[in-house]
């Protein structure tokens, strides 16, 4: 009776020590992974990780706001007037006051109007330009504001502009050795966004001209979102150029019922025919991307569902 008793006990103690070796090997390989699991998430994916890409709601104009992982803002064009002030304020944080860079892709008043505004309200620390200006009323209030405050950098094919740890900005145009082109749209600054894997073309109204030296110039770039040149013009946007891009996601920013037929139909067929998704102001209202940065992972919505 006492030798089973004991014998029962021992049995117990080493099942018990067994579950224990086994949960302490559990809890250590569980830690071990997570550790190494959180080691690669910090390398992609620092203070959140994630940037957000919006193309805002100016009606028949261009505005884009890029907010980084680590704080920076990047706006590229701000509409044709005042409104993109509204527009800014439903994305940037009441207590945020500056933006780091501007990018004022060609001087058209559907994309630097709104630029004044912008630069009464915000401190803009860089502009990021063409190089290539024109005197209107508009410009006029432009260049007033770009002498008031910022340092003023003209965009050079093939130049690299380091954002931050991971972001940076790649100049595709305008070759600053060529002279200026006819069209004052083909001089437009047409960057890639890069943040590790992700990858966004920013066009301007860049038309066909300037997409082909661009491809002249540059091996193919696999990009996930498009910002789709000249408001969906059907002077943009070639499917070369687009096979050459290669996008899962093409933004389009257009008035609500333009005058000038923006998107046209054969940029909206070669990019159903393409297979991409197509998000436009003119339907969607602002569209929000996110993303951090690996491979594949970007996330759309709209305003107007
Ligand atoms: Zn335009």
């Known amino acids: 009776m006492n030798n089973t008793n004991a014998e029962q006990i021992r049995e117990k103690r080493s099942r018990l020590f067994s579950w224990v070796i086994f949960f302490i090997l559990l809890s250590v390989s569980g830690f071990v992974a997570w550790q190494a699991m959180s080691t690669m998430q ?9 940037l957000r890409v ?41 207590w945020n006051t500056t933006i780091e860079y501007v990018i004022a892709t060609h001087e058209d008043a559907d994309h630097i109007g709104g630029f004044p505004f912008i630069a009464q309200q915000y401190q803009i620390n860089e ?11 508009v410009t006029k209030e432009l260049h007033a504001a770009q002498e008031r405050e910022g340092v003023m950098h003209v965009a050079t094919a093939g130049e690299s502009i380091a954002i931050e740890d991971g972001v940076s900005l790649e100049i595709l145009s305008p070759d600053q050795d060529v002279p200026a082109h006819e069209d004052i749209n083909d001089d437009s600054v047409v960057a890639i ?66 005058d000038y037929g923006h998107p046209h139909y054969r940029v909206l067929h070669d990019i159903e025919q393409y297979g991409a998704w197509i998000f436009r102001t003119d339907k969607d209202g602002r569209i929000t991307c996110e993303t951090e940065g690996l491979p594949g992972d970007v996330q759309c919505s709209r305003q107007y569902e």
């Open 42 to 50: 910090q390398q992609w994916t620092q203070d959140g990780g994630v």
């Open 54 to 94: 919006t193309q805002l709601n100016v009606g028949q104009g261009d505005g884009l706001l890029v907010q980084t992982p680590q704080g920076n803002d990047i706006l590229i064009d701000a509409g044709r007037d005042r409104r993109i002030l509204s527009e800014i304020g439903t994305v940037l944080q009441p």
């Open 127 to 137: 502009w990021i330009v063409s190089g290539r200006t024109k005197e209107t009323t």
């Open 193 to 258: 966004l890069h943040y590790h894997d992700f990858a966004l073309a920013l066009t301007g109204d860049a038309g066909i001209t300037s997409e082909n030296e661009i491809m002249k110039r540059h091996e193919p770039i696999d990009v996930d979102i498009l910002k789709a040149g000249h408001h969906g013009s059907k002077t943009s946007t070639s499917p070369e150029f687009l096979q050459w891009l290669d996008p899962e996601i093409v933004l389009i920013s257009a008035g609500q019922d333009n």
